[in-house]
């Protein structure tokens, strides 16, 4: 044990015990010869100077200056001091977007993995997923602390974040620590699409205990913690869960604290350069679905033939992944084609003839979506043509499949769109 503190009557043959390794509870020993300057001089160890209390050199010596002497202290814990106190992370990390044309739940967000070294090195990774926790982690880099920690804690912390709220109390922006053995995953809602949108709104969560195994503690060595946006639509118009930055001096971080002193905190957090933006979008596709009878699709077998042939079964073209167009187009398979009168039709660009409020995909400068043909950018040129019209309502598997105009063939197929299927008809 270390020595007693001031007020305590001392012993100096009891301190020679502290030094000697024994302890200051173990009983002087009557043989051993002991001297003031003899202790601080090293008999028979050096001093520790890993104790917050210790002798000086200084003589004369005092037996006052032996008080609260720990012989056996660790070194103290610290964390390394980068600028700011921080360590950033991978910037493309923070950076995600993830859209659902079905109406699906969709996930979108960033997992930092952090594994803890007993001396020296820590290291941290980052990864951005989409739905299904998909993506490789990067490193983010390591950080080197020195002793032992009795407790290490960590939060989320969000400074100056921008959120996009405008769906329903199912989307939410929340963060969570799964520290791994006997600790529990702990997730914490942010902001849920009830609390509606906010600009340059901080966040700070709660401490939570994360010590690992090589500290002493139950969690693992090797721990993951998360920020996500998620989003699940009941609606054509979509929502949208979103956290954004707009200033270098807005974050989004994790920080870690050792011995839950505010002065040993450590923040693991987006870069300087790229701002953060985590955004999930979900649609739910309109009740409207029909194309005029002449419009063409390809089917796998018999190749460029109009919709009013398809019969349920059959295989047509469509687009590998809406929001990818570098993967392999696949072939949907048509689950309904069926006729409705509707009281007029859009013709897009002189050539799609589609019903008033048929969802298209389209991509602009920034992103991807489902648009209603009157809600188009103004640059897509289109004419509505009043009239009763028999028009077909062509459902796949896979929600969409390519429209392709008239009087083309399989080998010159002319421009096409990806067109909705995946939603019930409606007749006027």
């Known amino acids: 044990m270390a020595i007693p503190g001031p007020g305590n009557p001392l012993v100096m043959g009891k301190i020679y015990q502290e030094l000697d390794g024994a302890g200051y509870s173990a009983s002087a020993d009557p043989n051993e010869i002991v001297t003031l300057s003899g202790l601080v001089g090293g008999q028979p160890d ?3 100077s890993n104790s917050t209390s210790k002798p000086d050199t200084s003589t004369p010596h005092s037996m ?3 008080y609260s002497y720990d012989h056996s202290a660790a070194a103290a814990f610290s964390w390394p001091t980068p600028v700011g106190g921080f360590s950033y992370a991978n910037s493309s990390d923070y950076v995600i977007a993830a859209v659902s044309d079905t109406g699906a739940s969709r996930n979108a967000g960033t997992q930092i993995e952090l594994t803890f070294n007993s001396n020296g090195s820590h290291v941290h990774k980052t990864k951005d997923y989409r739905t299904g926790l998909a993506g490789t982690y990067n490193l983010g880099g390591s950080f080197s602390s020195s002793g032992t920690p009795t407790i290490i804690e960590a939060r989320w912390v969000i400074v100056d974040g921008d959120f996009t709220m405008n769906g329903g109390t199912a989307d939410k922006i929340a963060v969570g620590y799964v520290p791994g053995g006997s600790i529990g995953s702990v997730y914490q809602d942010v902001r ?6 906010a600009t340059d709104l901080d966040f700070t969560d709660s401490w939570r205990t994360i010590t690992p195994a090589v500290f002493g503690g139950s969690g693992s060595n090797t721990q993951t913690f998360s920020i996500q946006a998620t989003a699940q639509s009941t609606t054509s118009n979509g929502d949208q869960a979103k956290v954004a930055t707009s200033a270098s001096g807005d974050y989004v971080g ?6 839950s002193d505010n002065s040993k905190i450590i923040t693991l957090r987006s870069g300087l350069s790229t701002n953060v933006s985590i955004d999930a979008v979900s649609y739910e596709p309109p009740d409207f679905s029909c194309l005029l009878p002449t419009m063409n699709v390809i089917e796998e077998t018999r190749g460029m033939v109009p919709v009013s ?3 349920v079964g059959e295989r047509i073209r469509a687009r590998g992944n809406l929001n990818d167009s570098s993967v392999e187009k696949q072939w949907a398979t048509v689950t309904e084609n069926s006729v409705h ?5 859009w013709n897009v660009e002189n050539g799609l003839k589609i019903t008033n409020d048929h969802p298209v995909w389209l991509t602009d400068e920034t992103s991807s979506a489902w648009v209603k043909v009157e809600d188009m950018r103004p640059a897509i040129s289109r004419t509505y043509h009043e009239g009763s019209v028999d028009t077909h309502y062509i459902a796949t598997d896979v929600g969409h499949f390519y429209a392709y105009y008239e009087n083309v063939s399989y080998e010159t197929p002319g421009k096409k769109w990806i ?3 995946n939603y019930s008809p409606e007749s006027d």
Request: charged fraction near 10%; charge should be positive.
């Open 254 to 259: 994790l920080q870690l604290r050792a011995n």
């Open 46 to 48: 050096t001093i520790n």
């Open 341 to 345: 009168t509707r009281s007029g039709y």
């Open 192 to 197: 849920t699409g009830s609390n509606g949108n």
């Open 419 to 421: 067109v909705s299927g």
């Open 309 to 311: 042939s398809i019969v």
């Open 64 to 66: 006052s200056e032996w």
